[in-house]
Every structure is written in structure tokens, then in C-alpha cells.
């Protein structure tokens, strides 16, 4: 099977993004290996599926927020050194309170071969098309917590309507969920199940890969 790597926003009018691995607001407190632009890329595969959410997003008074989707091998290889490396702190509270830095692999909330890499997955939450302000979801991107599962207690009726919302609107486009992160989701039918590639996000119009 043949599928495009290409950036999803050229694919997917209106989607709004955030690329945080590309920059210092994310778990590791610096921008990761890989990541040369603030842009979100998939395969044309993700990005249909995408534009059908988006649609259906759209019909309840709302737009996509994109965090993340393929993420470089050599991205996840940092993650894993980051997390051998002694506590400064720095990022502690804000995403992983409860946790140790090396437990974010033995809990399932980072793995050393991601779905990201096969540019299959996609991060992502809801904004308020109307103001523009992003949907309570009970815990922002990246917080390695259980109050990040799916069905969490400890989080208000509109936060837990709206993950469900995201879900209901994901899972009838073709994704399946994480059910450790409400914000992650992979299609079903993924053109490279089994390829993990390491090509850079780079600046300009054309992407590599296969």
C-alpha cells in the first residue's frame, strides 16, 4: 500500500494546530529531535479522516486543535534519554505529578515504538468555534496522570461530555482510542501498521517519506 506523508493543514481546511514537540511547551521542556517546524504531518490517509471529523466536529459548534501527529523515530529515541536523566522539576507538576520520569513508559503514557511514527496517529482536542477557546477537557495535552484515562474520575460533567464528544466524533471517522490519554487516537485502517520512520518535519511544502 502507497500513502503521501504531506502537512495536514494543506489537507484539512480550517483545523487549527500546535505542534508542542516543536517547540519548549511540552513534557521534555525543550523542542525534540526531528521537529524543524511548527507544522502537524500525517499520510493522506490520516488527513481524510481528519477532514471527516472535522466536518462532523463542525456540526456541533466546534473546530479541531492539533497537538501531534507523525512524530520521528529519532523523537521517540529522546524521549527515552530525557527519561533516564536525574528530576530537575521543571516539568514535573505540570505533566506527570504522580509519577516518576521513568514510569511514563511502564504505565503506557510514552512508548519506544509510538503509532505516531507510522503517521498513523494524531493528538488532538476540541475549540469553541464560536470564541475560539479551547473545550474543558478535564487535564491538557500530555498529562500522564490517570485523570488523563478515559471514563477519569475526578473531573467535571462538562469535561467528561466533552471527551465523549471527541470520542463519539473520532470513532465514527475511522479512529480507534488510547484509552490512557483522551487526547490520542489512530485509524483503524493505518496504511503503515508496521513502519516506524525517522524522516525530520521540515519547513516548505514538500515531505519526505515513502
Known sequence: ??????FVDEFVPGVRWDAKYATWDNFTGTPLDGYLANRIVGTTALCAGLERARAEAESYGFGLLLWD???PQRAVDAFLRWSEKPEDGRTKQRHYPNIARGEMFTRGYVAARSGHSRGGTVD???FHRAGGEL???G???DLMDTISHHGADGITATE??????LRSI?????FRAYENEWWHYTLVDEPYPDTYFDFPITVGRAVAGP
Not at 467528561?160 to 464528544?165: D, G, H, K, S
Not at 473520532?170 to 475511522?174: F, L
Open 1 to 6: 500500500m502507497s500513502d503521501r506523508f504531506v
Open 69 to 71: 501527529g507523525y512524530r
Open 124 to 126: 488532538l482536542t476540541l
Open 135 to 137: 473545550a474543558a477537557m
Open 139 to 141: 487535564g491538557d495535552h
Open 160 to 165: 467528561a461530555t466533552n471527551r465523549l464528544l
Open 170 to 174: 473520532m470513532e465514527a471517522c475511522g
